[in-house]
Each structure stands twice: as C-alpha cells, then as structure tokens.
C-alpha cells in the first residue's frame, strides 16, 4: 500500500497580506463608486419622480441626488489620495509595490497566462498582485484620478462658493485643455463606464482565483490574510 501514499505533505499558512487601513479604504471606496454611480446616471437621466401630484415640490429629487453626488465625490478623492499615501510610504503596502517587477518580467506574464489558461500553475510573486492585475490597477486608478478631477471641474460650475471658488481659476484651463465643458462632462461618464466594466471581470477574477487557486484571494480584502501552500 505505500505506493499509494502521497509522501508531499502539504502545509497551508497564513500570510498577512492586506493591512487594515488598505481594507478599509478598499470598502470605502466601492461604497462611494455605488452611490456615485447611481446618482450619477440619475443626474444624467432622471429616470425616478417626485411626487407630481401632491402641491407644493417639496422632495426636491434632483437637488438631494446632487447632493449625495457632491458628497460622495469628495469622499472618493479623499480614499484615494489616502490609498496613493498607503502605497507610498504604509510598510504594510511593500506587497503592493513589489508588485511592479512581478509586472515587468516576462517570465511571471507567461506562467501568469499559462494559469488563466487553465495549463499551469500560478506564478511565484515577488509582490501581491501579479502582472495582469498590476496593468488593471494601475488603468483603474488612472481613471479614478480622471474621474475626481473632470468631477472638480463639473462641481465649479454647479457651487462657487468655498473650494469651488478657490479651484475655479486653477482648473478652467484645464477645462479648455480638455475640450470645454460638454467633453469633460463625457470623459467623466466615459471613466464610470470603466468602472462599470471593471466590476464583474474584478469579482470574476477574484472568484476564480479563490476557487481554482485555493489561496483564500476573496476573503484576503475582508480579513486581511491569505492562504498559502508549503510543500515540505
């Protein structure tokens, strides 16, 4: 019978791979493109209606639905300067930022590929992304910088008084940079379409690798740990 005996033993451990403060920004931040992206098609396309037939308007939908907007947008630029300060300087992100010479060696793209391709296995990474991951980051939180600042730019014509006044001169030529107001206003919903996008093939992914991959990928962004395999 010892012929079949698998003799590998196969030891699982705990690896602390997200900290605290990137969890709870990553939350955060879906939470704000939800809202944002609801009050935004609203703002767009009202597709709900107060109450026509009650006297005086006294719901005022579209005003509350700018409102919510306004104020989850600010909570948007403000997770994601917070996440580019956690990336820089956080100890806790080293994971994060090795994750860019996993991404410029050939050799980790093609077992990377190999993986998706259900013909090899996963790659050993230097960081906590790998390099297909890193590339849709990186487009991701481009968008995210462009969708904050068309947002600034779409929010000085809409409120002069505060920061708006104070930007007001500082991104107008950024405003005639882009093509005037009616462009900006259409790269702004072009970038929300990116996020839309994104979302599925993002949770497809994560769900993949948590099941094909057996890593615990899904529950690393709730608990912060992932399971890693150590034959010995």
């Given amino acids: 019978m010892d012929h079949l005996v698998n003799k590998d033993i196969i030891m699982i451990k705990k690896h602390y791979e997200f900290s605290l403060w990137l969890r709870l ?3 955060v ?3 704000a493109i939800i809202i944002l992206t609801f009050t935004g098609f609203y703002i767009a396309v009202p597709f709900i209606s107060a109450g ?7 719901n005022y939908l579209n005003a509350l639905m700018r409102s919510w907007h306004t104020i989850f947008g600010f909570v948007l630029i403000c997770i994601t300067l917070g996440k580019f300060y956690l990336f820089i300087f956080d100890k806790q992100s080293k994971g ?10 050939p050799i980790v793209w093609f077992k990377q590929i190999k993986y998706y391709l259900l013909i090899g296995k996963h790659a050993h990474l230097k960081g906590v992304y790998n390099p297909l991951q890193f590339m849709a980051y990186t487009g991701v939180y481009g968008a995210l910088i462009v969708i904050c600042i068309t947002g600034l730019i779409l929010d000085i014509h809409v409120y002069h008084e505060g920061l708006a006044a104070l930007l007001y001169d500082v991104l107008r030529p950024l405003e005639a940079m882009l093509g005037g107001l009616a462009m900006v206003r ?4 072009i970038c929300m379409w990116v996020f839309i996008i994104f979302l599925p093939i993002h949770i497809y992914l994560v769900i993949f690798n948590s099941v094909y991959g057996k890593s615990g990928a ?9 399971w890693e395999e150590d034959k010995k």
């Fill in 29 to 31: 931040r879906v939470l």
């Fill in 52 to 58: 026509l037939n009650q006297g005086e308007p006294t």
């Fill in 218 to 226: 899904m529950d690393s962004i709730v608990s912060g740990y992932k």
């Fill in 186 to 189: 259409e790269i702004h919903h």
């Fill in 96 to 105: 994060e930022r090795a994750s860019f010479w996993d991404f410029i060696n």
């Fill in 25 to 27: 920004t990553h939350w």
